[in-house]
Structures are given as C-alpha cells and as structure tokens.
C-alpha cells in the first residue's frame, strides 16, 4: 500500500503494509531514530509523536492512520536550528536523567500547552500521566512544563 504523509514538514511517501506499526516505519525506513520504542503495547508512551497535531502511540498506530495527515517527531520540534520552547524547559529543568522517555514526554508536553498554556500543577500531572519514567524524573519534568508555559512558542 502506498501511504502519502508528511512528516516534519516534508512530504513523504511509503510503500508498506496498511497494518504496520508507524513507529517502525519512522524509525527503520525513514530514519528518525528520536522516537523510542519501549513496551509495545502503548502503555509506556516513549514512542508518542504528534499525527495531525493530537499525541499518539506509534507503535500501536498502524501506518494506514497516518495517510494525508501530518506527523511531528521529536526531530520535527526545532524551528530553522532553535529548540522548541518544550526541549529548551526540559535543558534549563534539567527533567531528564537516562533520557529515553524525553522525546515522547516532550511531544506530550507541547500538545498539551497548545491546549493548556497556562496549567496547574494537577492539569500537568494529568496530562503526563500516561508517560512513564522509569528514572522518576517527574518533579522536575512538572517544573520543565511550568518553565515552558511561561516561555514563547520557540522561545
């Protein structure tokens, strides 16, 4: 099947199975190594992206979803070489310790702020509830979200 899609802004074009897992896809035929598998089963949230602006768990998410819609990874985040507003509070938060979980946590995190820019502390937790660190970062990712609300939107 001939899957039409853009992917960080750039129009793209797979010929794969209709059920096969996007994050597969992204990572082993076009590259983006950023999005991270963790348990397969869409529990954990490592391996979220954007499709069409609403957080996803790629590696639940057959490839035939993603037809003509737009997909954003982590490496899709940055505006022309400036980190997104997110990826700048996660550096100045220091909300991340091995880092696996940052990618998926970030994409959350921004979809989150476009519909929440001014959160509390419970509309964060709440919202990140579905990502899990196995590090237990979570005090200062909470504090990596507030530092982003308070920032521009490439900051």
């Not at 737009?70 to 022309?80: D, P, Q, R, V, Y």
């Not at 990140?128 to 979570?138: F, H, K, S, V, W």
Request: hydrophobic share 40%; with cysteine.
């Amino acid at each position: 099947m001939r899957i039409d899609m853009t992917v960080n802004g750039t129009a793209r074009q797979i010929d794969t199975e209709a059920d096969r897992p996007l994050l597969e896809v992204l990572r082993e035929d076009l590259g983006l190594t950023g999005t991270k598998y963790g348990c397969g089963e869409g529990q954990c949230r490592a391996c979220t992206v954007l499709l069409d602006g609403r957080v996803v768990a790629s590696c639940r998410t057959p490839i035939s979803t993603a037809a003509g819609k737009k997909i954003t990874t982590i490496e899709g985040l940055a505006l022309n070489g400036r980190l997104h507003r997110v990826q700048q509070a996660f550096i100045a938060e220091g909300a991340m310790q091995c880092g696996y979980c940052v990618p998926g946590m970030i994409l959350t995190a921004t979809a989150f702020l476009e519909k929440t820019p001014h959160p509390s502390e419970a509309q964060i937790a709440e919202a990140m509830n579905g990502n899990l660190c196995r590090c237990a970062g979570y005090p200062r990712l909470i504090a990596a979200i507030h530092h982003a609300a308070k920032g521009g939107a490439h900051a």
